[in-house]
């Protein structure tokens, strides 16, 4: 059969029933200590039902200081295991889509306030604290960041390897590490962040050397049938910085590690990054590094409609789509879509009265059934 973005997909020992994922989508919406509430349950719970074949929880941070703010989700105690338990319990209820959690650590550009409140810098005074940071290059308009050394690398390192095995507590399918946007694993690959004189900086092999040791840290200690993917940025969009060269170099590097999937974003690190805005302009990433990395592909930014995400499938530039703020504007994406493209996608079946062959007064048969025999 053709490619499509609603053919079935595995990654190692997970079988997605089809290429369309939910982005990792910061909430800005958890406690002050990092435990997820009500508006986490609502909101994975409802994508849960979306039709998609794979969610990514938010940006997750593996130590209070890798909060981009005080109210970001975390995962360094047993305390937010308990509060992320009900969420991740209903969606495999009542959900039809896998679920994954991305593991990050906000570097540089954390301790600052909530997006709708302009995520101004935070003091120590003021519920913020001191961030790290491959060196002391901070973020324009934030803290500078102390330098991470052998001891502090360490400690980030064993609280990846921490977290990780909480998401395996918890069942996650998928772990889905951050190395884009300026953060702290991007901000050591980045020369525009860069500027250590130690084994960590100077040329490429260098400074991909801590986010693969963070890579094969939680490669250990993840079970082997389950993936273990990276966001990057495929280019800083700025003179002197990361580029899409770079990150075929990184990728290639990654996969002899164990990686997956790459999702190939763009920028974050610098202000003075000028991107070039377009529906799809990142699938050219996401092709380039899938044809010279040999590995899967998630292609991400500007992807709303159901005939473009199918073609970039079907022409294997490639192997997932994920949609983020597309999914928050329209939840049932995915519905909609297979609706466009003839195709069938999860219905809950409380929900399956709305399908509409029903108000065409066809017979609907349950998306269930129609996996019977689907290997």
Partial sequence: MPLSVFSRFSLRGLSLDNRIAVAPMAQYSADVDGRATEWHLVHYGGLSVSGAGLIIAEATAVEARGRVSPRCLGLWSDAQVEALEPVVSFCRRYGGAKVGIQLAHSGRKGSVGVPWEKQLRLSEESG??????????????????????????????????SATLRA??????????????????????????????????????????????????????????KPLGVRISATDWAAGGWTLDDSVVFAKALRTVGCDYIVPSSGGSTPEQRIELATGYQVPFAARIRAEAKMPSMAVGLITDPAYADEIVATEKADLIALGRGMLYDPRWPWHAAEQLRSDAYFPPQYERSHPSMRRGDHHKPYRETLEGVS
């Fill in 128 to 161: 913020g604290w001191v961030t790290v940071g491959p060196s002391e290059v901070p973020y324009p308009r934030r803290s500078i960041p102390e330098p991470l050394d052998a001891d502090g690398l360490a400690e980030v390192k064993a609280a990846y390897v």
């Fill in 168 to 225: 395996e507590r918890l069942g996650f399918d998928l772990i889905e590490l951050h190395c884009a946007h300026g953060y702290l694993l991007h901000s050591f690959l980045s020369p525009l962040s860069n500027f250590r004189t130690d084994a960590y900086g100077g040329g490429i092999e260098n400074r991909m050397r801590f986010p693969l040791e963070v890579f094969q840290a939680i490669r250990a200690v993840w079970p082997e049938q």
